[in-house]
T-cell receptor, first 111, second 116 residues
Framework: KNEVEQSPQNLTAQEGEFITINCSYSVGISALHWLQQHPGGGIVSLFMLSSGKKKHGRLIATINIQEKHSSLHITASHPRDSAVYICAPRRNTGTASKLTFGTGTRLQVTL | NAGVTQTPKFQVLKTGQSMTLQCAQDMNHEYMSWYRQDPGMGLRLIHYSVGAGITDQGEVPNGYNVSRSTTEDFPLRLLSAAPSQTSVYFC???????????????FGPGTRLTVL
């Protein structure tokens, strides 16, 4: 079983829809990143959270450390949100912390 | 700030050739890392460094070498390229990387490598 599971793998939505992407992980972590990978390949960090909830514009990320689960929500989705969204828990190993990556959720938002 | 830069953006090698992928950051970050991204798989850590002079292996280090002589640069060397090393390579950095770090990671634009 993978250490990080994301669902769904693919998601198509119409503009304006509310979107939820889920991430479950099995390792102890210090934080969790949500990343966005654009069609051109660049990767941007959207959120880093270690507890509770964070909001940035139309994006909301939540995490439940006890349940080892995080969600990324997009309100009022727009075609420019089309990208791959990657969950990356940050786990502790000895003296360093390392990211473990999900395989990503490919989101396409249509007009 | 330029952030994290990588060169080249694209590279084609023949089996057995060696090359170095360059990575540099101008944010005075201590932690730098190299990942590879393959279709259907999450990014995987190749090597990382928690500061100048200190490097360690990630989960897929075989066939790659790194060094960290300065805070800014973290080159990745392919010793003898193999088709299995065809991938997209990302360099990333963060201010800290010690245990329990919660620092944001910044990614370079990636290098697409094809080994024939």
């Amino acid at each position: 079983k993978n250490e990080v599971e994301q669902s769904p793998q693919n998601l198509t939505a119409q503009e304006g829809e509310f979107i939820t992407i889920n991430c479950s992980y099995s390792v102890g972590i210090s934080a969790l990143h949500w990343l966005q990978q654009h069609p051109g390949g660049g990767i941007v960090s959207l959120f880093m959270l270690s507890s509770g909830k964070k909001k940035h514009g139309r994006l909301i990320a939540t995490i439940n450390i006890q349940e080892k689960h995080s969600s990324l929500h997009i309100t009022a989705s727009h075609p420019r949100d089309s990208a791959v969204y990657i969950c990356a828990p940050r786990r502790n190993t000895g003296t360093a912390s390392k990211l473990t990556f999900g395989t990503g959720t490919r989101l396409q938002v249509t007009l | 700030n330029a952030g994290v830069t990588q060169t080249p953006k694209f590279q084609v090698l023949k089996t057995g050739q060696s090359m170095t992928l360059q990575c540099a950051q101008d944010m005075n970050h201590e932690y730098m890392s190299w990942y590879r991204q393959d279709p259907g798989m999450g990014l995987r850590l190749i090597h990382y460094s928690v500061g100048a002079g200190i490097t360690d292996q990630g989960e897929v280090p075989n066939g790659y070498n790194v060094s960290r002589s300065t805070t800014e640069d973290f080159p990745l060397r392919l010793l003898s390229a193999a088709p299995s090393q065809t991938s997209v390579y990302f360099c990333a950095s963060s201010y800290g990387g010690g245990a329990f770090s919660t620092d944001t990671q910044y990614f370079g634009p990636g290098t697409r490598l094809t080994v024939l």
